[in-house]
């Protein structure tokens, strides 16, 4: 059923039931000597190409790829548009690697035809912190697909991963494979409703007209909390260690330090927005919530080319309410523009989904580690991770 997925160390689909295999590598590593030399053969016409993401003119290249070739929604309605500046930062945190920002251009024109990139992180699994690959934006050209060329980026990456000394991975995908560790699913807070309503996004609920829908959705203009602000550099501190202590909680999540949180939390126009709460009183961070930007193109509409979304990414509600931090989040997501706010089913986010007009979307998102085996899953709910 699976030609490829089924020679790899990935839970398989046979051993749901086998009791007897423990949690953890599934494959120990090798010797660095025996890990494969030479990149794996692509087809005649075809090349391995390490991307340099300083470039901007190959960063225009990866941009466009993707915003034509990239993830679409069942219906081909709309597909994931992540911006140059978002794939930098998604692609270089810290300690990144340039050889696992791979593509394959045709030798003669030179045009890039595929990608799959990894960046390093450590992600802990009940008590074991491990070194591991998120593996991200497996792309083929609409015109090179079912030809089994997936397969070949996969093996690539992984034995570039391995030349590191990393021997295991975390990446999602919409698809099944062997075997999910969760399948989580995308909830979608309208912001903009008719927008959403006028490129097919959101339909109009039943006995409701447009202008009750318009009411239902609208949110005060500014955000409620007591020293609810942006995070700056000079949070990082205290920001890292109110994630640590929040992350774990989670059966899998990532272990932060200050340099990851620098990267990955501190605000960029348009990438990654981060808001804390700082108490008026003792001037402590107690809260903390942050959201990523992925506008999604908007295929076959003539009002509309793109959406503007908002995902839910790392959020710690200690002294603020859970529900009052992300009603925040929503009023701030409001004033920028954001036509929806969408957020995973993931870590406590059930507590203020349904509360705060999230609907659930149709879409599932599956969680996948390489080479680790977490017998029986985990729910959503501990899962403490979010990738791009
Ligand atoms: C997928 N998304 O099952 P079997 S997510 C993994 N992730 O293999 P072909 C996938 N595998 O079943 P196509 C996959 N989609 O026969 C398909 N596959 O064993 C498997 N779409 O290959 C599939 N991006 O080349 C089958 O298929 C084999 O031409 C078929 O190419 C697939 O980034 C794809 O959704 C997805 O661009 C590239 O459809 C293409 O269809 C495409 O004949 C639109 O491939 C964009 C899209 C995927 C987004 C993502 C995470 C990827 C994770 C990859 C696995 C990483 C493993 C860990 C490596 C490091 C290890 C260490 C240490
Ligand atoms: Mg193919």
Redesign the pocket.
Known sequence: R?????TQPVGQFGDVADVSLPDGAIEPPSPLSEVRADPYPLPAAFEWFTCDLDDDALLADLYALLAH???EDDENMFRFNYSPAFLRWALRPPSFFRAWHIGVRAKESKKLVAFIS?VPARIRARDDVVRM?E??????HKK????????VL?RE??RR??LEN????A?????V?PTPITTCRYWHRSLNPKKLIDVGFSRLGPRMTMSRTVRLYKLPDAPLTPGFRQMELRDVAAVTRLLRAYLARYVVAPDFDELDVEHWLLPQEDVVDSYLVESPETHEVTDFCSFYTLPSSVLNNANYSTLKAAYSYYNVAVKTPLQQLMNDALIVAKQKNYDVFNALDVMENEGFLKELKFGPGDGQLHYYL??YRIRNGIKPSELGLVLL
């Open positions: 699976h030609k490829f997925w089924e070739n990239y993830v990894g690959a593996i991200n934006f497996l792309c083929v090179l697909r079912s030809k089994r060329l997936a397969p996969i990456v992984t991963v391995h990393i021997w295991q991975a990446y999602t995908a919409g698809v494979l390489y080479n």
